[in-house]
């Protein structure tokens, strides 16, 4: 049974760039969940999505959106990268639009360095 | 406004030594009390979830327990092998977010 899988695992942007980061949910799973976690604290929520929908969304700009697909598969795209930016990005899948206290499953995440 | 504090920041232990991880939250409408283990640049890796006052739940040597203000997280007879920063996270509401603590950096020594 394939757990959550993200790609890239490390990526390194100038900045101004833009970023785009992709995670594959646990099989069986139909809702993704975009994490941000800065060295040495816990992670903060960027958003979630379910049916293609942006259903939650954390205390983080514009600059910061995503997409699902069909297969339930998502995107993370950052624009005009900050030096800011620069953490771990976490993606969790969990089953159905979460509210009830679904547990989610996290994947390896990608490293990104904004220089 | 909805918070998670976990206590202490750091720990060390010598290997057999038990000890007490703690979670205190503050939410409004808990639907559930999240423990995870992650290692250095590695993802967060689930452990237990809890969802109501006075539910415990084991896997070896770990045991999780929840009151309506905090979540404790003990270890008995830890090994090497169990350092590793432990987060502690709720979901409130309605909503799917997870509001984490900062976690607690557990180092056991041989």
């Known amino acids: 049974d394939a757990g959550v899988t993200q790609s890239p695992t490390h990526l390194i942007k100038t900045r101004g760039q833009q970023v785009t980061l992709r995670c594959s949910p646990k099989?069986?799973?139909?809702?993704v969940s975009w994490y941000q976690q800065a060295l040495g604290q816990g992670p903060q929520f960027i958003f979630q999505?379910?049916?293609?929908?942006?259903?939650q969304r954390g205390n983080f700009p514009d600059r910061f959106s995503g997409h699902q697909f069909p297969n339930y598969s998502s995107e993370l795209n950052v624009n005009a990268l900050l030096l800011g930016d620069s953490a771990l990005y976490l993606c969790a899948s969990s089953i159905g639009l979460a509210g009830a206290g679904e547990t989610q499953y996290f994947g390896p995440g990608t490293r990104l360095l904004v220089l | 406004e909805d918070q998670v504090t976990q206590s202490p920041e750091a720990l060390r232990l010598q290997e057999g030594e038990s000890s007490s991880l703690n979670c205190s939250y503050t939410?409004?409408?808990?639907?559930?009390l999240f423990w995870y283990r992650q290692d250095p640049g590695k993802g967060p890796e689930f452990l237990f979830t809890l969802y109501s006052a006075g539910e415990e739940k084991e896997k070896e040597r770990l045991k999780a327990t929840l009151t309506k203000k905090e979540s404790f997280l003990h270890i008995t007879a830890p090994k090497p092998e169990d350092s590793a920063t432990y987060l502690c996270a709720v979901a409130s509401g309605n909503t799917g977010k997870l509001i984490f603590g900062q976690g607690t950096t557990l180092q056991v020594k041989p």
């Open positions: 939410v409004s409408g808990l639907r559930g």
């Open positions: 999505y379910y049916e293609e929908e942006e259903r």
């Open positions: 099989s069986g799973h139909d809702t």
